[in-house]
């Protein structure tokens, strides 16, 4: 099939607007939304901002990387900065850290590591086993991976944290929402445009990008990535919508749009009906939470009963 757009061969079919598009025209047609996205997220003007970049070494978060470098790099006042977060899983985590560490120095983007067995004394692998079984594994690394991300970009001085996040994540994080009747959680959900006290806000420049856009994004424009899974995604709850979604949009194109469409027209309702609370410090580590202990330290703090228990 031919490229809508020009006399070239095309690499993907858009079934959501009926158009085929060739390398160059994806491209462009990823850059377009990616930048009008950015402007609408980043409030930036004329003061010095920096952006901190979480990169997993996924194809997401590379992308992310090297796009905002592609549309920020030329502005004085916008700094970047990278870092990755090392949950300690074997077999996996190590590729992916390499494949960020290669693209940020490509980038000349300064990239740091920060893992969960320096910050909280264990690696995901010991806190699986620790648990055994009781709990999902994505149900402890969730909470301590946005603890971390906060902290790093908290003293890099981001004004900013800018996430991989693709319209496939997005609106299955929004559809889990919807099944748990969590509105107050949907409320929370980035893109964020207000900054609260302690935490960064986070922003999601490919929220509006098919996930096989980004992909074939990545591989038109020769991008490293590493492609692997985590050994316990096929855990995580969002399977279940991965696929739901999925069939949704099969049936439907566009519907990823419209979810997402849904949250952004009713976010100033629910911005208004339920405003961010008030935080204070985890008495334990400092982190901004509603309560004595942030979710990170009581459930490490579980844990560590259990393996008191186990040993004992
Ligand atoms: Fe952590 Fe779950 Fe992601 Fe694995 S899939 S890195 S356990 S959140
Ligand atoms: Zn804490």
Redesign the pocket.
Known sequence: MKCSFCHERSVYEVKYNGSALCGKHLTQYVERRVKQEVRQQLNVGSRKTRVSVAISGGKDSSVTLHLLHKILSERRNIELSAFTVD?G?EG?RSAGLSAARSLSNKLGIPHETISYKESFGYT?DEIVSADGGRTI??AH??PM?RQLMNRVSDYQKGDYVALGINLDDYAQSIMMNVAKGDVKRMARMAPHTKSQDGLVPRVLPLRKIPEKEVMLYAVVNGIEFEGGW????AQ?NRNKFRSIVSDLENENPGTKFAIVNFLDTIRNSLDTSFPPSELGKCKKCGSPTASELCVVCSDLEELQKIMENNSG
């Open positions: 949950e899983i996996y995901m594994p994505c690394c969730g991976r985590c050994p316990y995604y995580a």
